[in-house]
């Protein structure tokens, strides 16, 4: 991307990142992390006109829920995902839509959610 002078690095982090909840602050601590360091990356690349966009979605349908171990989190992230998640199409349009803008636009961080999705 440097010696070409172009593109775009898409980071992933999640509404945990923005707000944390009861049971949550390891995870929310990690996306985050996710936010700070993709923050810094934007500033490095700017000089060799690559693109970055980090995007923070709620409750989109994936297996996160399945990969919680501690037996409460996982059941209220199961009735979270199973009651507001979109579908992985609606993270794929986010995507599409910061590699989309003309290449003077860097959208620089997406938070998306369900509509219905309290936080």
Excluded: C
């Excluded at 601590?29 to 980090?54: C, D, F, M, W």
């Excluded at 979109?86 to 860097?106: H, K, N, W, Y």
């Amino acid at each position: 991307m440097k010696a070409q002078k172009s593109g775009h690095i898409i980071n992933v982090s999640s509404v945990a990142g923005h707000k944390v909840g009861p049971g949550g602050a390891v995870y929310a601590a990690t996306k985050h992390a996710v936010r700070v360091i993709s923050e810094g990356l934007r500033q490095e690349v700017k000089p060799y006109n690559i693109r970055s966009t980090i995007i923070s979605p709620g409750a989109v349908a994936t297996e996160l829920p399945e990969s919680v171990t501690e037996a409460d989190v996982a059941q209220g992230a199961r009735e979270l995902y199973e009651r507001w998640a979109i579908p992985a199409s609606s993270f794929a349009s986010m995507v599409a839509f910061a590699m989309s803008q003309p290449e003077e636009v860097d959208v620089n961080e997406i938070l998306f959610r369900p509509t219905r999705q309290d936080y």
